[in-house]
């Protein structure tokens, strides 16, 4: 024998309808009572939950498999995506113009960009 329940009906699907408990618990299940009113408190037998439905589509043997191959192809894609330079130092210089260098890691210059606002001339990833 199941279980029966009291809630009030909240929502009335095709096969089912969700009713709130006095725990505040919304749950899935069959009134009863033939055809009962939206909003009233009635009896009621809970569904039982099915397992998702991907897990039940999927056999536990091809899903590991799926899985290694869509991190591979993860790990693929990304190291195609070129790296940022990132900036270790940016020293500045001022003279007759004020530059600004930004330096990687390695000490290379990879930007050279004036601070002067007359001369809005950049340089980013060229030769310098």
């Known amino acids: 024998m199941m279980r029966t329940y009291r809630g009030v009906v909240c929502e009335k699907k095709d096969d ?6 006095g725990k505040g ?7 009863l009572v033939d055809d009962p009113v939206m909003g ?3 009896e009621f037998q809970v569904l039982e939950a099915g ?3 991907l897990l039940t589509q999927i056999k536990p ?13 993860i790990f693929f ?3 195609l995506i070129p790296q940022q330079n990132s900036a270790y130092a940016y020293v500045q210089l001022e003279g007759e113009r004020a530059v600004e260098i930004g330096v990687d890691e390695e ?5 050279l ?3 002067d606002d007359d001369t809005p001339s950049t340089l980013q990833g060229g030769r310098i």
């Open 61 to 73: 043997k091809i899903l590991a498999p799926v899985l290694v191959a869509a991190v591979v192809l």
């Open 40 to 42: 009233a408190e009635v």
């Open 77 to 79: 894609v990304a190291s």
């Open 16 to 21: 089912y309808y969700v009713f709130l408990t």
């Open 25 to 31: 618990e919304f749950l899935r299940g069959t009134p």
């Open 107 to 111: 000490g290379k210059v990879f930007s």
């Open 113 to 115: 960009r004036s601070l």
């Open 51 to 53: 397992a998702p439905f």
